[in-house]
């Protein structure tokens, strides 16, 4: 409970133990905390790490103090262990994580094999990936793993200045249903201060760790039982773009030659009179688009180098006060700590996160433009009537599906937006709410932005949509520039122009994006219970779930009800009562009611004749993970999962789902939905029209495609409806 419930104290914990052997009559379970922390003692370990309190650079593990005083060997600070109490850092053990994650039952795996080609549906449909896959190359193991880790501040109190800085990972060989799960991800590291730690020191354990990894592996088993072993090799550091220059040891993206991908100088714009007057020029003198060189890996390492031998940062103390160097060379100041760490590529290795740059940066910058008011704004709105009431009306309306998370909010209130918000107004509501309310060309030119992002975040990209996509962003980027001046070319928006490319190296964005860790870093959060040793309460915690769900998979006669307490209070995964079929799974109460005529009739179009005219009904309904509902089930009122598409590449709306004797699939009623006859506001948003005298069909659960998106937009004189594709069905909350 006390994973569950933060703010449970010790004594708290011992009433419970108490209240529940006075129920039973006898002594059923250990009645002190300490006796509970005894039987669930953590298997994993974790090693705290000292760094100079003068410098920041790293002093050893606390295994290393065999005397009580250390010499910084950078600085020649002496500290004494006791002086040292705030300044560490604890790390668990990668390889003890992964044999946690890799012990699970029915874990799935992504097969290399049989991968069609061009299409990039994963990870391992990437360039780079297929390219280190050849034989010779670090991943020709059939049995190699690859992780992909985020480190990324996270405020824990509210009235502190300090921040935690997790190590996370996620193992890019697990199959997506179970790859971005709670349980799955590796925590790695844990850092808690002011500002951010020396990533340096800080990251020096998990890369010494990994290179071991490389040669030594971990074992896991098969499904044929077989035990093999795995090499692992970190491919991937998805983080922001404020915590990658730490990494690298480059300048800001808002610095001289702060783009990590290619070399843009980032130049000056005269017109801005912030203090901070660099931007991403996107057009030349004779309106042509402005392209740079890339980087490389090669390049990336040569520039390391030559900053290190000049000391271009100070660091090393040979830097001359007055001496006339350079303070960076395209824009790197010093040698990363991930340069030597296997098979990780300084450029490439580092892939753009949409959650920050996607969804929150470029759309932030276009509302701040567009909705800045009537008196700064009024040009960019149709007939030059600014209606942001409007569209906040129509935001409030929409009900998209609960993949999606979140309710929509009014776009005036856009300052309580997060990374959902963002990526739903991109995806879904930009194009049917804002096309008849902005001047053409400025929703054309978004419009450009938002059909290339659904495309980059699809589970399944072919060569020539990437192309498409890649021109479409050029495409926007340019327009941008035009529309709206240099000054509002920014790092993110900048980065469009090197979606595609990232695509083509490690296959669609969601699948190494910082979703899954910004949710990781709210889990650790909870378990905070005091101000004091937070990284050390974290650690122990963490290793204390492994420990319990390990203490219960060995036991084999725990029974079921124990098994799904446990799992309900482990993981908020709440047991509903379900009807298995083959191709999905019902959950609710059955009720059961008679057929009317039109259902009847339904039914006998395609075969079916039934014995009684009582049959049971359902409201919802799962498949390959993803919950349906039918019009029946009132209950979301802001949220609608009724609208599918079908194998046969229509829509349609499910009124029913209905369980017919003899069959062991799941049938729905359900009525088409008409498409209107002109062409698609946008390539992924369909204009669409729900008749209520459709006539209603019946199909199995087994033909849905995938869920779908509605958005009915209200004018004074009439009313629209669109309908769009989920592009992935992986992400989710």
Same mark, same amino acid.
């Given at each position: 409970m006390t994973f569950r419930h933060s703010g449970m104290t010790g004594p708290l914990i011992e009433d419970i133990l108490k209240f529940v052997n006075m129920i039973a009559g006898k002594p059923v379970i250990p009645e002190t905390e300490y006796y509970i922390k005894k039987l669930f003692k953590p298997k994993g370990t974790m090693q705290i790490h000292f760094y100079c309190e003068a410098c920041g650079f790293y002093l050893g593990s606390l295994a290393d103090f065999s005397e009580a005083t250390s010499d910084c060997d950078h600085c020649g600070k002496s500290s004494n262990v006791r002086e040292l109490s705030g300044n560490f850092f604890v790390t668990m053990s990668v390889k003890q994580e992964l044999e946690y994650i890799l012990a699970q039952p029915d874990l799935t795996f992504v097969s290399r094999d049989g991968r069609p080609d061009g299409v990039y549906s994963d990870v391992v449909d990437g360039d780079?990936?297929?390219?280190?896959?050849?034989?010779?190359?670090?991943?020709?193991?059939?049995?190699?793993?690859?992780?992909? &880790?985020?480190? =990324?501040?996270?405020?824990?109190?509210?009235?502190?200045?300090?921040?935690?800085?997790?190590?996370?990972?996620?193992?890019?060989?697990?199959?997506?249903?179970? *790859?971005?799960?709670?349980?799955?991800?590796?925590?790695?590291?844990?850092?808690?201060?002011?500002?951010?730690?020396?990533?340096?020191?800080?990251?020096?354990?998990?890369?010494?760790?990994?290179?071991?990894?490389?040669?030594?592996?971990?074992?896991?088993?098969?499904?044929?039982?077989? #035990?093999?072993?795995?090499?692992?090799?970190?491919?991937? /550091?998805?983080?922001?773009?404020?915590?990658?220059?730490?990494?690298?040891?480059?300048?800001? &993206?808002?610095?001289?030659?702060?783009?990590?991908?290619?070399?843009?100088?980032?130049?000056?714009?005269?017109?801005?009179?912030?203090?901070?007057?660099?931007?991403?020029?996107?057009?030349?003198?004779?309106?042509?688009?402005?392209?740079?060189?890339?980087?490389?890996?090669?390049?990336?390492?040569? =520039?390391?180098?030559?900053?290190?031998?000049? =000391? +271009?940062?100070?660091?090393?103390?040979?830097? +001359?006060?007055?001496?006339?160097?350079?303070?960076?060379?395209?824009?790197?100041?010093?040698?990363?700590?991930?340069?030597?760490?296997?098979?990780?590529?300084?450029?490439?290795?580092?892939?753009?996160?949409?959650?920050?740059?996607?969804?929150?940066?470029?759309?932030?910058?276009?509302?701040?433009?567009?909705?800045?008011?009537?008196?700064?704004?009024?040009?960019?709105?149709?007939?030059?009537?600014?209606?942001?009431? #409007?569209? =906040?009306? *129509?935001?409030?309306?929409?009900?998209?599906?609960?993949?999606? /998370?979140?309710?929509?909010?009014?776009?005036?209130?856009?300052?309580?937006?997060?990374?959902?918000?963002?990526?739903?107004?991109?995806?879904?509501?930009?194009?049917?709410?804002?096309?008849?309310?902005?001047?053409?060309?400025?929703?054309?030119?978004?419009?450009?932005?938002?059909?290339?992002?659904?495309?980059?975040?699809?589970?399944?990209?072919?060569?020539?949509?990437?192309?498409?996509?890649?021109?479409?962003?050029?495409?926007?980027?340019?327009?941008?520039?035009?529309?709206?001046?240099?000054?509002?070319?920014?790092?993110?928006?900048?980065?469009?122009?090197?979606?595609?490319?990232?695509?083509?190296?490690?296959?669609?964005?969601?699948?190494?994006?910082?979703? #899954?860790?910004?949710?990781?870093?709210?889990?650790?959060?909870?378990?905070?219970?005091?101000?004091?040793?937070? +990284?050390?309460?974290?650690? *122990?915690?963490?290793l204390t779930i492994q420990s319990v769900s390990s203490v219960i998979s060995e036991h084999e006669n725990v029974s079921d009800r124990v098994l799904n307490y446990c799992s309900e209070i482990m993981s908020y995964q709440y047991v509903k009562k379900t009807s298995k079929f083959d191709d999905g799974r019902a959950f609710g109460f059955e009720r059961v009611s008679k057929l009317n005529d039109v259902e009847r009739a339904a039914l006998a179009e395609v075969g079916v004749v039934l014995p009684s005219e009582q049959v049971s009904f359902f409201n919802r309904a799962t498949k390959d993970g993803v919950v349906y509902y039918c019009k029946a089930y009132t209950r979301p009122e802001c949220f609608d999962n009724t609208c599918v598409t079908l194998a046969d590449n229509t829509f349609a709306v499910i009124e029913k789902f209905v369980r017919i004797p003899g069959s062991t699939e799941l049938h729905m009623f359900i009525k088409p939905i008409r498409i209107a006859d002109e062409e698609p506001i946008a390539p992924h948003v369909f204009s669409c029209a729900f008749d209520l005298f459709a006539p209603l069909k019946v199909t199995s659960m087994s033909k849905i495609k995938r869920l779908c998106a509605r958005v009915t937009v209200k004018a004074s004189n009439y009313e629209r409806n669109f309908i769009t594709i989920l592009p992935n069905v992986h992400e989710r909350d």
């Amino acid at each position: 409970m006390t994973f569950r419930h933060s703010g449970m104290t010790g004594p708290l914990i011992e009433d419970i133990l108490k209240f529940v052997n006075m129920i039973a009559g006898k002594p059923v379970i250990p009645e002190t905390e300490y006796y509970i922390k005894k039987l669930f003692k953590p298997k994993g370990t974790m090693q705290i790490h000292f760094y100079c309190e003068a410098c920041g650079f790293y002093l050893g593990s606390l295994a290393d103090f065999s005397e009580a005083t250390s010499d910084c060997d950078h600085c020649g600070k002496s500290s004494n262990v006791r002086e040292l109490s705030g300044n560490f850092f604890v790390t668990m053990s990668v390889k003890q994580e992964l044999e946690y994650i890799l012990a699970q039952p029915d874990l799935t795996f992504v097969s290399r094999d049989g991968r069609p080609d061009g299409v990039y549906s994963d990870v391992v449909d990437g360039d780079m990936y297929k390219e280190l896959c050849q034989p010779g190359g670090l991943l020709s193991d059939e049995n190699s793993l690859t992780l992909t &880790f985020n480190t =990324d501040g996270a405020r824990i109190f509210q009235n502190s200045e300090s921040s935690l800085w997790p190590v996370q990972a996620i193992v890019n060989e697990l199959d997506p249903g179970i *790859r971005f799960k709670r349980s799955n991800v590796l925590v790695c590291g844990l850092w808690f201060g002011k500002g951010s730690p020396n990533m340096t020191a800080f990251l020096k354990p998990f890369k010494e760790e990994m290179n071991l990894l490389g040669s030594s592996g971990v074992c896991r088993s098969t499904s044929n039982g077989d #035990v093999v072993n795995c090499p692992v090799f970190a491919l991937l /550091c998805s983080a922001d773009s404020i915590a990658i220059p730490k990494m690298v040891r480059r300048k800001q &993206f808002n610095g001289r030659f702060g783009c990590g991908y290619c070399l843009h100088p980032n130049l000056p714009v005269l017109a801005l009179s912030t203090i901070n007057n660099l931007r991403y020029v996107a057009v030349g003198d004779d309106g042509s688009f402005l392209s740079y060189p890339y980087r490389t890996h090669e390049g990336m390492l040569a =520039d390391m180098l030559k900053a290190h031998e000049h =000391d +271009v940062s100070g660091l090393l103390g040979g830097r +001359v006060a007055g001496e006339d160097l350079p303070d960076h060379f395209n824009g790197v100041k010093g040698l990363s700590i991930l340069a030597d760490l296997e098979g990780f590529n300084l450029v490439y290795g580092f892939p753009i996160d949409y959650l920050h740059q996607m969804c929150e940066g470029v759309p932030e910058t276009f509302l701040s433009i567009v909705c800045a008011g009537p008196s700064k704004s009024r040009q960019y709105w149709k007939n030059e009537e600014y209606r942001v009431a #409007v569209a =906040d009306e *129509r935001m409030c309306s929409a009900t998209p599906p609960t993949m999606m /998370c979140v309710e929509p909010k009014p776009v005036s209130n856009r300052s309580k937006w997060k990374g959902k918000d963002y990526r739903m107004f991109v995806l879904y509501l930009f194009v049917p709410i804002f096309a008849d309310l902005l001047a053409t060309r400025y929703f054309e030119n978004f419009k450009k932005f938002a059909s290339a992002s659904y495309i980059l975040i699809s589970d399944k990209i072919t060569r020539e949509k990437l192309v498409t996509a890649a021109n479409l962003m050029q495409e926007f980027v340019h327009e941008f520039n035009v529309l709206y001046g240099s000054s509002a070319i920014t790092y993110n928006t900048h980065l469009c122009t090197h979606l595609a490319v990232i695509v083509k190296c490690w296959g669609p964005l969601p699948n190494y994006s910082t979703f #899954v860790f910004e949710s990781g870093n709210g889990y650790l959060k909870k378990l905070v219970n005091g101000t004091n040793g937070v +990284v050390t309460q974290i650690a *122990r915690k963490h290793l204390t779930i492994q420990s319990v769900s390990s203490v219960i998979s060995e036991h084999e006669n725990v029974s079921d009800r124990v098994l799904n307490y446990c799992s309900e209070i482990m993981s908020y995964q709440y047991v509903k009562k379900t009807s298995k079929f083959d191709d999905g799974r019902a959950f609710g109460f059955e009720r059961v009611s008679k057929l009317n005529d039109v259902e009847r009739a339904a039914l006998a179009e395609v075969g079916v004749v039934l014995p009684s005219e009582q049959v049971s009904f359902f409201n919802r309904a799962t498949k390959d993970g993803v919950v349906y509902y039918c019009k029946a089930y009132t209950r979301p009122e802001c949220f609608d999962n009724t609208c599918v598409t079908l194998a046969d590449n229509t829509f349609a709306v499910i009124e029913k789902f209905v369980r017919i004797p003899g069959s062991t699939e799941l049938h729905m009623f359900i009525k088409p939905i008409r498409i209107a006859d002109e062409e698609p506001i946008a390539p992924h948003v369909f204009s669409c029209a729900f008749d209520l005298f459709a006539p209603l069909k019946v199909t199995s659960m087994s033909k849905i495609k995938r869920l779908c998106a509605r958005v009915t937009v209200k004018a004074s004189n009439y009313e629209r409806n669109f309908i769009t594709i989920l592009p992935n069905v992986h992400e989710r909350d």
